[in-house]
């Protein structure tokens, strides 16, 4: 556990997020620090100790399995930045044969 | 009675009485946010029409013979909250224009329930933040001082109320975003147990964390909120089952007499203003005086509290916040001619400062190579926490701290992003255990600002801590 090697514009990739380079200099410096201060978790054994995923105990919520209205379409459709009829619109993404 | 006097509570009654209409009363919230919001900046958009016509429907309904408490009572929503046919931009550029298609399940519940749900208030972008200075839209205000923040990132649902404004918001609260606004802004700030409020609808920061409850003038308004935005719901699978309780019940006589308060010691240590721990000690005199057995605990793992919440809470929040990519809904760059590229662009374009910051930490604690060494060990640090406290409520029935170190700070005054979060110690132990916690103002400072106490309670002792509050209240009357 150590912020040395922190590679900023390859987690930014991983996370899908176009950085300019004043901002990747900026981040990296201030993730730097914040990762130091967190390196305080490993004074802690943690040996046999479960982890918390959620603050209270339930954990699968099943229901029966009956088909229920859904919502309209068109209305879900209609925050589309570009759809086509039914669709959403991208730009290409299979390459031409 | 002026605008800003009126509690739930107190209009509730008085439209039972006949003195005022819900028309009439959301007139005068429209009357006073043109006259205020200049100054505080808290709401984000108001759909004036629609509040109309929802409170004349509430008028109607009483009219025949409807007695819901919440009947024609305007409630100011956070703007991470879906309401049908609003927008919902969480503060950011990537959902500006965005409109709801469906109503979140606390939205359905008040809207049931006859509340007029039309304001929208300001907020950190995506919850990220303290002060509600990382709005994409404007900076709000403490109404208590302009030039100081309101705290956050519930923010502007706590300057709307403290600035009569609003009668009650809704907030969410991930670290401490109700309770340290409410504690800056002098109202009072309701993180109910995590699982006591469906989060459908309500965008996702930290789903292990996140939760929906009120912010308002009284205790009592508090109660009346969370028994309608209480229960299990269909559409979220994290919700709890346990039945809800009834408030008003819990509330009538509500005494502090023979109650054991722990004051975990980690909690009152140096770095705290000085003026908050004068006001603190107040708090915890006035409640021995009522009565109250006042017993020192320890939670030893209270110094890990904040290493954990941020990674735990940046993880989960680069996971869901992956679903705003310009396809779908929301910001598309322009300028992209694939797909990833339009990804990444969109993305860089819409999102904040500090989004982008905990995006990129989220994704680093959770890439491979490193998943282990922050993510699975915090979880484990975790529950070394949530242990603290079932030790701690082994020997007393609730737990009294400070909320935040400092009565609210000055707009600017913070840049730095690790001095931001630390603004969270007090109040993020309680969100990792999912604890209930309240903050209830309990002074202010010689310079007039407001400091509030926090109580914290076992899980699923919500009503016994509002029942707690609501007698610490009367200590102050």
């Known amino acids: ?97 | 009675m002026e605008f800003k006097d009126w509690t739930v509570a107190s209009a509730a009654e008085a439209m039972r009485k006949g003195e005022i209409s819900s028309v009439e009363l959301v007139r005068a919230l429209v009357a006073e946010k043109n006259a205020r919001d200049g100054d505080i900046q808290a709401y984000l958009t108001f759909d004036e029409d629609g509040a109309i016509a929802a409170a004349s429907e509430a008028d109607s309904r009483r009219a025949a013979g409807d007695t819901s408490p919440l009947l024609g009572i305007p409630v100011a929503v956070k703007d991470l909250i879906n309401v049908r046919g609003q927008p919902c931009t969480c503060a950011s550029k990537i959902l500006e224009g965005y409109v709801s298609p469906y109503d979140a399940t606390v939205i359905a519940r008040l809207k049931a329930a006859g509340a007029v749900c039309a304001g929208r208030v300001n907020m950190d972008e995506f919850a990220m933040g303290s002060s509600t200075e990382n709005s994409a839209f404007k900076t709000t205000r403490n109404p208590h001082d302009l030039s100081r923040v309101p705290g956050g990132s519930s923010g502007g649902s706590a300057a709307a109320v403290a600035g009569g404004e609003a009668v009650c918001a809704l907030g969410t609260d991930t670290g401490g975003s109700i309770r340290q606004p409410a504690s800056f802004c002098g109202i009072v700030g309701f993180k109910p147990t995590y699982g006591r409020v469906s989060r459908y609808g309500v965008t996702a920061f930290a789903s292990s964390l996140d939760q929906v409850g009120p912010m308002t003038k009284t205790v009592e308004d508090s109660a009346l909120l969370a028994q309608a935005l209480f229960g299990a719901d269909p559409h979220d699978g994290t919700t709890a089952l346990n039945p809800v309780p009834d408030f008003a019940s819990a509330l009538r006589g509500a005494s502090l007499k023979g109650l054991r308060i722990g004051l975990p010691r980690e909690y009152f240590v140096p770095g705290t203003a000085p003026e908050v721990t004068e006001i603190v000690k107040a708090a915890i005199g006035k409640c021995a005086d009522a009565g109250a057995e006042i017993v020192d605990v320890s939670l030893p793992h209270t110094e890990y509290a904040m290493a954990v919440y941020y990674i735990v809470a940046p993880a989960e929040a680069s996971a869901n916040l992956a679903r705003f990519d310009g396809v779908r809904y929301g910001h598309r760059s322009a300028k992209s001619d694939d797909v990833m590229s339009l990804y990444c662009r969109s993305r860089a374009e819409g999102f904040g400062q500090e989004v982008k910051r905990r995006i990129i930490l989220g994704t680093y604690v959770l890439s491979s190579g490193y998943y282990d060494a922050y993510y699975g060990r915090a979880q484990r640090v975790r529950t070394l926490i949530r242990r603290d406290f079932d030790s701690a409520f082994g020997k007393v029935d609730f737990l009294l701290t400070p909320v935040a170190p400092t009565p609210a700070f000055k707009v600017g005054e913070l840049q730095d992003p690790l001095s931001m979060y630390l603004n969270d110690l007090f109040t993020i132990p309680a969100s990792l255990a999912g604890l209930p916690a309240i903050s209830v103002p309990a002074g202010a400072t010689a310079a007039g600002l407001p400091v509030g106490v926090q109580f914290i309670a076992p899980s699923f002792a919500d009503a016994p801590l509002l029942a707690c509050a609501r007698a610490f209240e009367d200590t102050l009357a």
């Not at chain 1, 229901?63 to 290409?92: C, H, I, M, W």
């Open chain 1, 1 to 97: 556990m150590s912020s040395e090697g922190f590679d900023v514009q390859y987690v930014a990739r991983l996370a899908h997020l176009e950085l300019g380079k004043d901002e990747a200099s900026r981040f990296s410096g201030q993730l730097g620090d914040i990762l130091k201060y967190m390196e305080k978790l490993r004074q802690l054994d943690v040996d046999g100790v479960e982890p918390t995923m959620h603050g209270h105990g339930r954990t699968n919520a099943f229901r029966e399995d009956v088909p229920v209205q859904s919502v309209d379409q068109d209305l879900f459709l209609s925050n589309a930045p570009e759809r086509t009829g039914d669709e959403y619109r991208l730009p290409k993404i299979v390459e031409d044969a």
